[in-house]
């Protein structure tokens, strides 16, 4: 496609519920970073991904945060028993290759009840 | 780890005034320094960046200057425009290193009034 797409959009989960947030890249990029942004604040790295290699899951905030990206091109960050501090919007962004501009996608933004 | 601190959190101008964002970075490792855009339900936009061998670089009205002993790096808008109302971030990485990660200072709410 011509840009980062990630689904959905907007995710309203209650409280204990898994979610799983999709990120498309833009064809042919190597590196796919997640990146969590607050209200107000930011953006804060995550994890990123070179092709299917997880080198670097340093900003996952807890054992409740599962990052894959298997086939080296879609990723899946999956949330699990979803905590009312997980509210954020979600960015994925990815680059052609190590050190290139970094294009991000939409975000997807999760509320927790 | 990084640490990037961006000022001022605000910034009010009016239309045809420069603005000017600054950020400082702890990490002399960094050298990738890029300065994004957002606007309200996006994701944030590349709008220049600067790479550690560089002092500055321009862009039609934008321009970033990078001082790599001070370890502090500025975005210049000349001729602001309402369209130019957003948040701004900059950003530090140390490409090549051990890590390829952004990041972030806290942002500019920039508002330009016309």
Redesign the interface.
């Known amino acids: 496609g011509a840009g980062v797409s990630q689904s959905p959009r907007y995710k309203v989960a209650k409280r204990g519920q898994d979610v799983a947030l999709r990120c498309d890249p833009i064809s042919g990029h190597v590196s796919l970073f997640w990146y969590q942004q607050a209200l107000g604040q930011g953006p804060e790295f995550l994890t990123y991904f070179q092709n299917e290699a997880q080198l670097d899951k340093s900003g996952l905030p807890s054992d409740r945060f599962f990052a894959e990206r298997p086939e080296g091109s879609v990723s899946t960050l999956k949330i699990q028993r979803t905590q009312q501090e997980d509210s954020a919007v979600y960015l994925c962004a990815s680059s052609l290759g190590i050190g290139g501009e970094a294009f991000f996608g939409q975000g997807t933004r999760l509320t927790v009840v | 780890g990084e640490n990037v601190e961006?000022h001022p959190s605000t910034l009010s101008v009016q239309e045809g005034d420069s603005a000017v964002i600054k950020c400082t970075y702890s990490d002399s490792a960094s050298n990738?320094f890029?300065w994004?855009k957002q606007e309200l339900?996006?994701?944030?936009?590349?709008i220049i960046?600067i790479r550690s061998n560089v002092g500055e670089k321009k862009d039609q009205r934008i321009a970033v200057t990078l001082n790599k002993t001070a370890k502090h790096f500025s975005l210049h808008i000349t001729e602001t425009q309402p369209e130019d109302s957003a948040v701004y971030?900059c950003?530090a990485?140390p490409?090549?290193g051990a890590?390829?990660?952004?990041?972030?200072?806290?942002?500019t709410l920039l508002a330009v009034q016309p």
């Open positions: 961006q990738y890029p994004y339900g996006k994701g944030p936009q590349l960046d971030f950003a990485a490409y090549g890590t390829n990660k952004l990041i972030f200072g806290t942002g």
